[in-house]
């Protein structure tokens, strides 16, 4: 299972950016589906995440700026970014938590799509 994440690019503060999250692989079903971004230095942090019931969770900087969705046909995750600040700016990843397969369950991060705001 591998996940491709794509969406990022370069936006003015205020703006809008929606990213996606694509998995490719035999897979039966996915938990959670997430985003993280880590800046320089740090360790990531979690944006959104959204579970297979629907149920979502925002850190504090995402709440009311951020909306996380899901395709699970297609297991796809996406993050619609509005009111961007240059705040905002760094590599974004995706995450699925307990992917599973027929044969095992496991976990996977996307590449990074990077997210650049200008102010």
């Known amino acids: 299972v591998q996940l491709q994440a794509s969406g990022g690019g370069f936006v003015q503060a205020g703006g809008s950016l929606r990213l996606s999250c694509a998995a490719s692989g035999s897979i039966l079903a996915v938990d959670t589906m997430a985003w993280y971004r880590q800046f320089p230095g740090r360790s990531r942090e979690l944006v959104a995440e959204?579970?297979?019931?629907?149920?979502?969770n925002y850190a504090d900087s995402a709440k009311g700026r951020f909306a996380i969705s899901r395709d699970n046909t297609k297991y796809m995750v996406y993050l619609q970014m509005n009111e961007l600040e240059p705040e905002d700016s760094v590599v974004y990843y995706c995450?699925?938590?307990?992917?599973?397969?027929?044969?095992?369950?496991?976990?996977?991060w996307g590449q990074g799509t990077l997210v650049t705001v200008s102010s």
């Open positions: 995450n699925f938590i307990h992917i599973r397969t027929a044969t095992m369950i496991l976990n996977e």
């Open positions: 959204i579970r297979e019931n629907g149920r979502r």
